[in-house]
C-alpha cells in the first residue's frame, strides 16, 4: 500500500509546472484567442521538445512509454495553467485509443509522428456530440455505435461550434462510416470506447483540479490586495471561508482522481465506478471554485478583463463534457445499489 | 503508487476479524453517558488490552503491536465493520497517548500508558472554559506553583468536558504566569478527578444524558510531575493533541463508510417512498462518494507519514470534511424514516428506526467539538491558502 506519487513523477510535475507558469501566461491564451485556429505551433513544438506529446506513445514507436499515472499530474497542471494545446487529450485519451486499437498500420503510421510532434490524432465520442480541436487533427478516431473508425482529416466536414470558453474549439463533425474506415466493432470496439471514455472523463477530472488550484490562487492574491472599509477585503471571515470551502473540497478531489488513474492502469474491475468519482468531485470543486470566486472578486470577475474568466469559463465547459454529473452519478449509482454491493469499511481497496 | 494490501496487512486483517468475531458482545453496551455503561465500556478496553488490540499503534513494551498507521486503518475498518463497541477512553489512547509519547518524561510514560491502555485510567479534557471555547488562549483557570515548588495549584472552571462525570483523570491547559498574555504563559497540567477541591457538574446533553461536563477546580493540589512538557510550553503541548484530535487518529473513515453503507441499506430497504423526493438518492449516493473520499485521503495522509512527512492544515481540512459529512448522512436518513424519524427505539411504533435519530444528534455536535469549522475555515485560509490575518 503506498498511496504516494514517486519522487520522479513528483519531479516531472514541477519541471512541467514551470515550464507552463513562463510560456502559457494569461497573455500568451487572450493573444491565441485572436488567431485563427486558437492554437500554436510553436508551444506545441515546445511540449514536443519537453517529451510530453510522445510522452504515453510506446517506446517501440518513439515515445515514452509512460501511463496514465505518470501523465494524471501533468494533466493538473495543464488545467492549472489552462493550456490551450490539446496535449492532454492526445496523451491520455487519443493515444492509448489508438494504441488500444492494435491495428500495426495504423500504429507504425501514426504512433511516430505524434511523438516526433509531426501528427495529431483526436477522438470523437457519440457522448460528447462534438470533437474537440478537430481542426487541427491530422487523424479522427470516431465511434460510430460500437464501431470506431479512423479518418483523415480530408475524409471529414468540420463545422465550427463556439463555446463559451474562447479557449476550447469544438467542432460538429460529418462523416460516413464505411468498411474501409471501421478499426474495430462489436465488444472490442464496445471495449475501446468505454475505455476512450473513462480516459477523457479521467483528462477533465485532473484538469479540473488545477484550475480549481489556479482559482484559488487568484482570488487569494486578489482579495490580499483588494481594500474596502480601510483593509483587505481577505481579512474578511466571509472572504475567507469561500476559499476555504474550496480548498477543503479539493484535498477530497485530489485522491479519487489518482485512485481513478491508478484504476486504469492496472483494469481495476471498479474503473468507471472509481472514474465517475473522479469526475464527479473534480468538476463539482471547479465548479465551486468558479462560483466563490467570481463572488470575491465583486464586479470585477464579471469583466472580461480579469484573468479569472479563463479558469472560470473552462471549469463550466467540463462540467458537462465527458459526461455530465448525470451520467456519472448513474454510473455510482449502478455500483453503489446493486445487490451485494462491495460497500463499508474495507472493501475501498478491491482489487 | 500500489493501492495493494501486502500479505502481512491481509493477515493483520484476518487476525484482528477473527479476534472481533469472538469477543465482541453479542448485546450492544449500554451507552457510557450512564454509570453502567461506562463500567461495561471499560471492561472492554480492559479485555481488549489483554488481547493487545487496545492501542495497536503504540510500542509493544506499553502494551500495543508497533502497528503501522495502515494496519492501524485496517483495525479501525475491522473494528467499525464489526459494530464493536465505542471506545470510552478515546481522549486518553488516541489523544493524550500520543503526546505523552512525543512530550512526555520516561517515568510519566511509564506511570500513565499502560493505566490509559487497560482502561483503569479513562481521561478526559479540560480545556474548554466558560470564556474560552473556540478561542482557546483566552484560558483564564491558573496553576500557581507552591512556594515549595513541588506543586500546583490549580484554581478555575472548564467545562465541556466529555465523559468527566465517570472519568478518572483529566489532562488540559491552566495558566502558570498571571501576567500572560494568550497562548503564553499556558502549561498542560494532568490531574487526577478524585482530588480534594474538584466538583465536577454534570451537563445533560441534547439525548438528556450527561455525557459532558463542568470541572471546578478549588485550591487543588497536584504534584508538579504532573505537568506535560515545560512550564509555560502548554500551547505547543497543546496544538499537538490538537492536531491528533483533528488529524487521523480520532475520526477513522471506517466510522463513516460504515454509516454510508447502512444509509444505502436503509435507503433500499424504503427506496419506494424515499423516491419520492429525488434528492435523496443523489445525497445517499453523495454519501458513499464522500466515505470513499475521505477513506482515500486518510490512507494518503497515512503513507504521507509513513514515509516521513509530517501532518499540517491538512487536520483542519479533514475535521470539516467529516464533520459535514456525518452531518448530512444522518439528515439523509431521517428525510427517509419520514413520520418515525424523530422516536426513540423504544417508542412502541418505532420498528425500523435504528440507531439513527442517536446518531442524528450527535451528528449536530461534530461541526462545533474539537474546534468549530469556522475556526478550521480560517485554519485553512490563513494557513494552507496564505490569506491576510489582519
Known amino acids: ?75 493538473q497542471e495543464a488545467g492549472h495553467a489552462a493550456l490551450p494545446e490539446p496535449l492532454v487529450h492526445i496523451a491520455l485519451v487519443a493515444v492509448p485509443t489508438l494504441t488500444a486499437l492494435n491495428n500495426e498500420a495504423l500504429s ?11 501528427a495529431k490524432v483526436v477522438v470523437g465520442l457519440e457522448q460528447n456530440v462534438f470533437v474537440e480541436d478537430a481542426h487541427i487533427a491530422d487523424l479522427l478516431l470516431l465511434q460510430n455505435g460500437d464501431e470506431i473508425h479512423a479518418l483523415g482529416k480530408d475524409q471529414v466536414e468540420l463545422i465550427y461550434n463556439e463555446s463559451v470558453d474562447p479557449s476550447r474549439k469544438l467542432y460538429k463533425v460529418n462523416w460516413t462510416p464505411s468498411a474501409d474506415t471501421c478499426v474495430a466493432s462489436g465488444a472490442e470496439g464496445k471495449a475501446i470506447i468505454d475505455a476512450a471514455l473513462n480516459r477523457g472523463a479521467l483528462a477533465v477530472a485532473a484538469q479540473a483540479l ?56 492496472n483494469n481495476l474491475s471498479t474503473v468507471d465506478l ?48 465527458w459526461g455530465d454529473a448525470a451520467f456519472h452519478k448513474n454510473r455510482v449509482a449502478d455500483f453503489v445499489l446493486a445487490d451485494n454491493a462491495l460497500l463499508g469499511a474495507g472493501n475501498t481497496f478491491l482489487s | 503508487m500500489d493501492l495493494a494490501y501486502t500479505e502481512e496487512h491481509k493477515a493483520f486483517r484476518e487476525e484482528i476479524r477473527s479476534w472481533l468475531a469472538d469477543n465482541v458482545p453479542s448485546e450492544p453496551l449500554k451507552t457510557f453517558d450512564t454509570e453502567e455503561g461506562f463500567q461495561q465500556h471499560r471492561e472492554w478496553e480492559a479485555k481488549m488490552y489483554e488481547g493487545r488490540w487496545g492501542m495497536i499503534t503504540w ?109 478518572d483523570w483529566c489532562f488540559g491547559m491552566f495558566r502558570t504566569d498571571p501576567e500572560s498574555k494568550r497562548h503564553h504563559g499556558l502549561t498542560f497540567v494532568l490531574a487526577p478527578m478524585d482530588l480534594e477541591g474538584i466538583t465536577v457538574r454534570p451537563i445533560p446533553q441534547l439525548d438528556g444524558l450527561p455525557g459532558f461536563a463542568e470541572i471546578f477546580f478549588d485550591n487543588v493540589k497536584v504534584p508538579v510531575d504532573c505537568r506535560l512538557g515545560g512550564e509555560g510550553e502548554g500551547w505547543k503541548v497543546a496544538m499537538a493533541t490538537a492536531g491528533f484530535e483533528r488529524g487521523l487518529m480520532l475520526r477513522s473513515p471506517a466510522r463513516f463508510q460504515e454509516t454510508a453503507r447502512r444509509l444505502v441499506e436503509l435507503y433500499k430497504e424504503n427506496q419506494q417512498s424515499a423516491d419520492r423526493d429525488p434528492s435523496v438518492r ?12 475521505y477513506t482515500l485521503t486518510t490512507y494518503q495522509t497515512a503513507c504521507r507519514l509513513i514515509k516521513g512527512g509530517k501532518i499540517g492544515a491538512e487536520a483542519s481540512t479533514n475535521k470539516i470534511f467529516w464533520s459535514e459529512l456525518d452531518q448530512q448522512m444522518h439528515a439523509t436518513a431521517m428525510s427517509i424514516l419520514g413520520a418515525r424519524a424523530e422516536l426513540w427505539p423504544h417508542a412502541p411504533d418505532a420498528q425500523g428506526v435504528g440507531t439513527w435519530l442517536d446518531g442524528f444528534l450527535f451528528s449536530q455536535s461534530g461541526p462545533i467539538y474539537a474546534g468549530t469549522n469556522e475556526i478550521q475555515r480560517n485554519i485553512i485560509a490563513e494557513r494552507m491558502l496564505g490569506m491576510p490575518r489582519k
Not at chain 1, 507504425?108 to 509531426?118: D, F, M, Y
Open chain 1, 1 to 75: 500500500m503506498d498511496f504516494t506519487f514517486t519522487e520522479d513523477q513528483l519531479l516531472f510535475q514541477e519541471s512541467v509546472s514551470d515550464f507552463l507558469k513562463n510560456e502559457v501566461t494569461p497573455e500568451k491564451i487572450r493573444e491565441l484567442w485572436e488567431t485563427d485556429t486558437g492554437r500554436s505551433d510553436e508551444l506545441w513544438a515546445q511540449l514536443v521538445e519537453l517529451g510530453l506529446a510522445g510522452m504515453t506513445v510506446p517506446e517501440e514507436f518513439g515515445g515514452l512509454g509512460m501511463n496514465e499515472l505518470d501523465f494524471v499530474l501533468l494533466a
Open chain 1, 274 to 321: 472509481n472514474v465517475s468519482h473522479a469526475k464527479f468531485a473534480a468538476c463539482e470543486v471547479s465548479d465551486l471554485a468558479a462560483k466563490n470566486c467570481v463572488q470575491v472578486h465583486g464586479a470585477m470577475g464579471y469583466t472580461w478583463e480579469v484573468d479569472l474568466q479563463i479558469f472560470m469559463k473552462k471549469a463550466w465547459a467540463f462540467n458537462n463534457t
Open chain 2, 59 to 167: 510500542p509493544e513494551a506499553m502494551g500495543g503491536r508497533g502497528a503501522d498507521l495502515i494496519q492501524w486503518l485496517i483495525f479501525e475498518e475491522e473494528y467499525y465493520g464489526a459494530r464493536a463497541p465505542l471506545r470510552v477512553n478515546q481522549n486518553g489512547i488516541f489523544l493524550l497517548g500520543p503526546t505523552l509519547m512525543e512530550y512526555g518524561t520516561e517515568e510519566q510514560r511509564q506511570r500513565f500508558l499502560t493505566g490509559m491502555a487497560t482502561g483503569k485510567d479513562v481521561w478526559c479534557q479540560a480545556w474548554s472554559e466558560p470564556n474560552a471555547g473556540s478561542d482557546m488562549a483566552a484560558i483564564r483557570a491558573k496553576a500557581e506553583l507552591t512556594s515549595d515548588g513541588k506543586h500546583y495549584v490549580l484554581n478555575g472552571q472548564k467545562t465541556w468536558s466529555t465523559r468527566a462525570v465517570w472519568a
Open chain 2, 282 to 293: 443523489d445525497a445517499v449516493l453523495r454519501a458513499y462518494l464522500d466515505a470513499e473520499a
Open chain 1, 210 to 265: 488545477g484550475l480549481a488550484q489556479r482559482m484559488i490562487e487568484i482570488s487569494v492574491q486578489y482579495t490580499s490586495e483588494r481594500q474596502q472599509f480601510g483593509v483587505a477585503i481577505g481579512t474578511f471571515q466571509a472572504v475567507k471561508h469561500h476559499m476555504a470551502n474550496i480548498a477543503y473540497k479539493l484535498e477530497y478531489a485530489k485522491t479519487p482522481v489518482a485512485r481513478a488513474a491508478y484504476a486504469l492502469v
Open chain 1, 108 to 118: 507504425n503510421e501514426w504512433l511516430p509522428k505524434i511523438a516526433e510532434g509531426s
